[in-house]
């Protein structure tokens, strides 16, 4: 579970990242990182399904762009 102050420090920490970065090819890679960061969060409450959804929208994501 997952407190309004954790979700508060995770979003202060993830914007953080996102002002950091230069370029939309650092911030897609922020964002890939914080979904990956999510996943393993949600599998450790007991909620392993966010991997598929992840997997999901990434193979979605390949196919739509030429891939």
């Known amino acids: 579970m997952t407190t309004p102050r954790q979700t508060q420090n995770r979003a ?3 914007n ?9 090819k650092e911030r897609a890679g922020v964002w ?4 990956r960061t999510l996943a393993r969060q ?9 991997w598929r959804k992840l ?3 990434l193979h ?3 196919k739509s ?3």
């Open 55 to 57: 997997t999901a929208t």
């Open 42 to 50: 949600a599998e450790r409450d007991g909620k392993p399904d966010v």
């Open 32 to 35: 890939y990182d914080a979904c």
């Open 12 to 14: 202060k920490h993830w």
């Open 60 to 62: 979605d994501f390949y």
């Open 16 to 24: 953080g990242r996102i002002a950091e970065a230069d370029t939309e």
């Open 65 to 67: 762009n030429g891939g």
